[in-house]
Structures are given as C-alpha cells and as structure tokens.
C-alpha cells in the first residue's frame, strides 16, 4: 500500500497533516472544483496537505507543537498555490461583464448616423424630377418600393467601423478565415468565459454561506421551540 500523499504537490512529510475532503456536499463540491476535479469524482482516499492552507483556516494554527491536530474550521478551502484560485468577493471585487446599455454605447454605428451619411434626401431631390399632376395622369402610380426618393429615407445595414471585431456579436465568417484574426477572437470569448466563471464561483460561494446560516437558524428555532416545551 502506498503512503497517502497530497493531491495537489504530492507531498508526504512529517511536519504537514494530510487532510480529508468534507463531508459536506457542497464544500466537498467547492474543493473539488479548486483542485479542477469533477462532480462525479471519488474523494474518499484524496488528501489536501497542510501547504495549502493559510493559519487563520485553522482553529488553533500551534495545534501540533502542544501535541495536538490541526482541525480546519468549518466553511474552509485550500487557497495557497492551488490548480484553481478562488476569488473572494469581500477581498476582489469582479469585474461585471458589460451591460446592454453599455454595449448600445459603444455601438459603432447608431441609426441617426446612418441617416446623417445617406448621400441624398428628400429635401435634395431636384425639383425638375418631381412629378406634376400631367405627368402623373399619363404615367402608371409608382408604388413605395418603385419610388426613389422613399428607397433614400430607408436606412442601410449597419457596417462596422472598425476592422477588428469589438463584440462577439459582430463575428463574421470572414474574421475567422483568417488565422490570426480567429486567434484573437478565441482569445476574447475565453477571457468572456473567464468572468462569467468568476462570477459563477463568487456566487456558488455566496449561496453556500446563506444556506449554511439558513441552517444554523433552523436548528436555532428547533432548540426554542424544545426549550419552550419544557417550560
């Protein structure tokens, strides 16, 4: 049988304790996510040494030197020179991804531009072209697709101003034929992805500590309501 090891730095030594993953579902979830495991992972005989922890994620850090064990305090993870580094919202703030109105800001083209650039309007027609009511008894009706000075109060597509794409929505088929232009666009969609994780892990954090105190109160309420009983 082989000497148990951790399973980050794979290190066994007298002078670090070899811990076990929690019990509880959802920390036990939180550390496999920081040592980039799956959900469906066996953790029984998988240890986290004593590196991986700072003093304050332990109830009494000089355990060992008074001949005692080091005990984790409850709602504790691995955090030092771990595969995945979790963020505290309380320590680093996330950067929130941008809104909608951000993104209708920075919008290279809006609709009034687009008006503004049109080459002719109706104002700008010359008048010699306009029909007059002889010629209109002659000619057939135009309809409002046939007439031109219409056709130039319709606004265009909007054409990006820019060479490289700013937003993942602008994306084209013809940004990805090229090599280069396609590696950083990768790039950006991996570093969206990046803080939408982030945020997903700050929440799931979040989450565990409100049901974590959910539950202390639960109990609390359960222990009134004995205690009242035996009045």
Partial sequence: MSPRRCYICNQKAPNITLHKFPKDAKMCGLWKDICNLEDYDTVTSLYICSEHFTKDDYREPNAKKIGGALQIKPGCYPSVN?????I????????EPMTQEEDLIEEPTTLEEDLIEEPTTLEDD?????MTPEENSIEE???PGEDPRIETMIPKRNKRK?????FLGDVTSSDLANPRKAQRIVFTANRKLAEQRKKYLCLKQKTYRMEKK???LQSLVKHLKRKKRAL
Avoid at 126 to 130: A, F, G, L, N, T
Avoid at 162 to 166: A, K, N, Q, T
Wanted: net charge negative; no cysteine; hydrophobic share 25%.
């Fill in 214 to 216: 959910i539950t202390s």
């Fill in 141 to 143: 009706p135009t309809t």
């Fill in 126 to 130: 010359p008048i010699e072209e306009r």
């Fill in 162 to 166: 820019f060479i490289e794409p700013r």
């Fill in 88 to 95: 505290n919202e309380e320590e680093e703030p996330i950067e």
């Fill in 82 to 86: 771990v595969p995945k580094q979790i």
